[in-house]
């Protein structure tokens, strides 16, 4: 990995490499770290192919990896673009040679006020999905445990 975890944009997307989250219409969504390292790789590559013998070593540098890995890898990363693409292809496979993306990288500026907003409106979704949640199991429990103790 490059070291760079600055967030960019990704046509539409908005792609946080310190968290391993993309964000896709202001929904995030976490992905693995083999996948978010693939993605930064292409993307630092501007729309130029990067071969499947360099993706193997910027992967996997300390062991040999199978070509099947990879190629879960970029499948797993295509079903991802997919939904903000609107129908275009945002990871192209160039036959023999490797893979490009084709969606234009931007990087995000600190004072995005609407990445910051959206983002910051996701995060809220989710706090506020876990906080229901905990509460809901605290009443259940509760519930429980006052059946119990009635008999």
């Known amino acids: 990995m490059s ?5 960019f ?3 539409s997307m908005r792609v946080d490499p310190a968290s391993d989250s993309i964000y896709i219409h202001g929904a995030r969504k976490r992905v693995r770290r083999k996948l978010m390292e693939a993605l930064v790789h292409l993307a630092a590559h501007g729309g130029s192919v990067v071969s499947r013998d360099e993706l193997l070593d910027h992967l996997w540098p300390d062991r040999p990896a199978s070509d099947e890995s990879l190629t879960q890898i970029m499948s797993e990363l295509r079903r991802l673009l997919a939904p903000g693409s ?7 496979t160039v036959s023999r040679k490797g893979y490009r993306l084709l969606a234009v990288v931007r990087p995000v500026e600190d004072d995005d006020p609407k990445a910051r907003v959206e983002q910051a409106a996701s995060d809220r979704r ?7 949640s905990f509460l809901i199991g605290v009443q259940a429990l509760m519930f429980v445990m006052g059946i119990h103790h009635h008999h």
């Open 3 to 7: 070291g760079d975890e600055r967030p």
């Open 9 to 11: 944009l990704l046509g």
């Open 86 to 92: 609107r129908g275009e292809a945002m990871l192209e």
């Open 126 to 132: 989710w706090g506020f999905a876990l906080l229901l």
